[in-house]
């Protein structure tokens, strides 16, 4: 984890202390997990900060993550430490009364995109994660370019984490930090299944 | 995240359940941040799923991971979920009474070693963190042939995940599950340095 000097120090006007203090946009992206997982990992720290965060996840099934949601969950609980939402596209955005949302995915994306903007123009979280939210993008149910200036400008002081394979060239041409997680062995290879505790 | 068809089905006489449930060994390797952070997030499912967790770190700075650690601590203290034990070799190794561990480091990462060794042994816990191990058995410090031998023979079904870069070809060798984080973009490229809450 890098905190000595970095290898180019820019000529921005910025003094290390306001270059240390921009937000940052993270994308995971890459073909292997560890994407959503390394998300989380950094809620842990954005939590230990006493920060809002806020989980969107544009995914079908209300299981994903369930490990994950829980425990993050019981932490926005506690007295100590940030605050935790937590909002799911499967099963209709909670902050929505629609219960057929389910039945067209590319409005139900789009919804929770129009209230992540919301939201940034609002400075409501310090950490915001939007899990797999590269597979709207790609299908083409959120405008890409909206998404990239929406982040790219937002105020204040708010961290973004976007998750997901295939994350579009213009989204990581914006970003402060690109990981690709990269397959070198999945036990998948040799003919084992997900497990409980492990994959979920 | 796979939950579908094996790629493969291999010939090796187990149920689909048995496969399942065999113990992971995962390596997360590669020059990018992620690394721990993924095992981290990787600990949400397991204390999601009540299980016993310890994290043994081969780091010096007993700040290292402080928001990490907070974090799982803090899980562990609740009565739903699993307990977390979190260790770490920077203050002398916590089951030592020794204060003057740190003057030399290969001694306490060998410490550290023979007390996983004894608690796979005795299947003390569900699911390892061994935090940054990759470094004391590059240096040499461990013997890589042990550690192999002591994860692929260990008895039961306990989980473990080293993380670290460069880890050792035999270690990869005999992992379920190899991830390597791999940089696109870092933030310190244009000359950002750490910041409170992302990088710790």
Redesign the interface.
Known sequence: ???GR?????D?GLT?RQ????P?FA????D???K???????A??????G?SIGVFQFVKSAK?R???E???R??GA?E??GTVEWHKMGEGWSWTRKQGAESDHAASAREGWAEIKRRLAEQRH??YVLDEFTYPLRWGWIDVADVVQSIRDRPGRQ?VVVTGRNAPAEL?EV??????????????????????????
Chains 1, 2 share one sequence.
Not at 44 to 49: E, G, H, I
Request: hydrophobic share 40%; glycine share 10%; no cysteine.
């Open positions: 984890m890098p905190r970095p290898e180019v120090v820019p921005d290390t270059r240390r203090d921009r940052v994308v995971h992206t890459g292997m997990k560890g959503s997982t390394a998300a989380f990992g950094m842990l720290r954005a939590w230990n900060q920060w994903w369930v490990g994950e829980t425990a993050l019981a932490l506690l100590e430490g310090d950490f961290h990581v970003a402060d930090l690109v990981v690709e997680m990269t397959k070198i062995r999945h036990p998948m290879d040799s003919g084992q299944k997900g497990q409980r505790g492990i994959e979920w």
